[in-house]
């Protein structure tokens, strides 16, 4: 399985259409949650890619080798092509249905939706730090989707890679391992607000 020439120059365009849309300028400039989660992504790639090989080795009895290899090439997939892509519809959602526009964070539904609905582009509410829980609690949220894309994209990957493993199994294994992921990267979503909101001031 080989990584197609055009995937770079496909999510530079991805990337640079964000930018460039006009509903950046109704958030104000705004903070593009994909620049802050995906660097972060690619840093837990290692132990994303670990967690799931010792589910995919245990649930489907392969060698610690193959299932190693399934999971970086799911997980590259994940990575580098469906979190953007999905931070990216989420974006494009956000902007058509107005949530590129300042609406408060006074009461709680106020700060539900700024970090929720206008979470792949946040409004950048700064009085009073509050970018410091918005943020982190974004990510929280955005893992949510991405977490389903993952799944998804993962498990076609690993048919590929394992064309005799029965499909059901497979999927399972796969929601699994990725459940697993998930909880780990929320874990370490939670660690990043408490810093923020009690640390780093």
């Keep these: 399985m080989t990584i197609p020439r055009r995937l ?45 090989v010792w589910v995919l080795a245990g649930r489907l009895t392969l060698p610690a080798r193959t299932a190693f290899r399934v999971s970086a090439w799911a997980n590259a997939a994940t990575t580098f ?40 582009w946040l409004i950048p509410y700064e009085m009073d730090g509050n970018l410091r829980w918005m943020v982190p609690t974004a990510a929280m949220w955005l893992l949510v989707p991405s977490f389903f894309t993952s799944w998804w994209l993962e498990t076609r990957v690993a048919r590929r ?4 493993a029965d499909p059901a199994r497979l999927s399972a294994a796969m929601l699994r391992a990725n459940l697993l992921s998930y909880v780990f990267l929320e874990l370490l979503a939670v660690a990043w607000l408490v810093y923020s909101v009690h640390f780093d001031r």
């Design 8 to 52: 770079p120059l496909v999510l530079s365009c991805v990337l640079a259409g964000a930018l460039l849309w006009p509903g950046a300028a109704l958030a104000n400039i705004g903070v593009p949650m994909i620049l802050l989660t995906l660097p972060g992504m690619v840093l837990t790639l290692i132990p994303v890619v670990l967690l799931e």
């Design 81 to 120: 092509v469906g979190v953007p892509v999905t931070w990216f519809l989420l974006y494009l959602l956000e902007m058509f249905t107005g949530g590129g526009q300042a609406y408060g964070i006074e009461t709680p539904l106020q700060k539900f939706l700024a970090v929720t609905w206008q979470a792949p």
């Design 161 to 164: 890679l394992l064309k005799d």
